[in-house]
């Protein structure tokens, strides 16, 4: 059963840095893993990813300025310069079968708690 806890979210001003972390357990080396967010009214979306192979992929608004990486048992996302926009309740995910079944089946994903940013 895999079982994912994130962790560094935190309020920061406009331009400033956070690093969130998930700690993964219950998975192994072949899953898609990456994070989504979901500000209050609007819909959770995609904010990057890491394949099985280490191919990473970026929403758009967030090219530039957020980093996933991986190890064995945690995920990261290395956010800097941040606006106000990015906040957000950020999640964790996992998906064995996948990059777009990741991105495009919540409903498939394993699903972290949530951890908070807020930048004004």
């Known amino acids: 059963h895999v079982q994912l806890v994130e962790s560094g979210g935190g309020s920061v001003q406009a331009g400033g840095s956070l690093r969130l972390s998930c700690a993964a357990s219950?998975?192994?080396?072949?899953?898609?893993m990456g994070w989504f967010r979901q500000a209050p009214g609007k819909e959770r979306e995609g904010v990057a990813a890491?394949?099985?192979?280490?191919s990473t992929f970026y929403a758009d608004s967030v090219k530039g300025r957020f980093t996933i990486s991986k190890d064995n048992a945690n995920l990261y996302l290395q956010l800097n310069s941040l606006k106000p926009e990015d906040t957000a309740m950020y999640y964790c995910?996992?998906?064995?079968?996948?990059?777009?079944?990741?991105?495009?089946?919540?409903?498939?994903?394993?699903w972290g708690q949530g951890t908070q940013v807020t930048v004004s």
């Open positions: 995910a996992a998906n064995r079968r996948g990059f777009w079944y990741l991105w495009n089946s919540a409903m498939s994903n394993y």
């Open positions: 219950g998975y192994d080396l072949s899953y898609c």
């Open positions: 890491v394949a099985s192979d280490g």
